[in-house]
């Protein structure tokens, strides 16, 4: 198995997170089948492309679609002209779209706060977040995520999206580092 050296423990193997995204998929497919309404995930770059990517193709609901958002990770600090740092906005309206935000990890909480601050402005129909990772420890946004895939310590994650300067997101399981 393809280990880089920095990584010093594998927390979560392929298997436990393809389990688990199984079973949020099966959990946002009962809670949404039949409502009408087209279902908007919305994917956080870059770090929660791997999470959606595999939920998505767990979700059986006809009306989904995928959308993309990147902001700053400076979270919600306003810009000096007072707006909040979207670096890529949705392509279309989530406007009355069922509207799940799909992140690889709850922190401080400070970008999922901000993210959900600048979507319920959209009037969607509803929105809630999905992060495959909580780190609840490290909290200081006030931020409850709907569908949490693992509560994990605090410890420095990489692999599956999750990134460290950049590297190791191709990883397929989740790893800690030594920083
Ligand atoms: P926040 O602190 O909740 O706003 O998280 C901001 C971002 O920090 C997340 O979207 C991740 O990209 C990144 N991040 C937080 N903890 C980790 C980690 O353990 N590994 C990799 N990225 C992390
Ligand atoms: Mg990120």
Redesign the pocket.
């Known amino acids: 198995m393809y280990i880089p050296e920095e990584i010093i423990k594998i927390l979560l193997t392929e298997e436990q997170i393809r389990q688990r995204v199984a079973g949020l998929g099966a959990q946002i497919t009962a809670e949404y089948k039949g409502t009408g309404r087209p279902l908007l995930l919305v994917g956080?770059l870059?770090?929660?492309i791997v999470f959606l990517s595999d939920l998505m193709r767990r979700i059986e609901i006809d009306t989904l679609k995928v959308d993309f958002m990147a902001v700053s990770?400076y979270?919600c600090t306003a810009s000096s002209s007072g707006e909040p740092r979207i670096l890529k906005d949705l392509d279309e309206s989530a406007e009355g779209c069922d509207v799940i935000v799909v992140?690889?990890?709850?922190?401080?909480?400070?970008?999922?706060?901000?993210l959900k601050k600048m979507l319920s402005a959209r009037n969607p129909a509803s929105l809630k977040v999905c992060c495959l990772?909580d780190?609840p420890s490290?909290?200081?946004?006030e931020?409850n995520a709907d569908y949490i895939g693992f509560t994990?310590p605090d410890?420095?994650?990489?692999g599956y999206g999750?990134?460290?300067a950049q590297k190791y997101r191709h990883l397929p399981y989740i790893g800690v580092?030594s920083l």
Request: glycine fraction near 12%; charged fraction near 30%; proline fraction near 0%.
């Open positions: 956080i870059r770090g929660g990770s979270g992140e690889d990890i709850a922190d401080t909480g400070v970008t999922l706060a901000c990772l780190k490290r909290r200081e946004a931020l994990i410890e420095f994650v990489v999750l990134d460290y580092i």
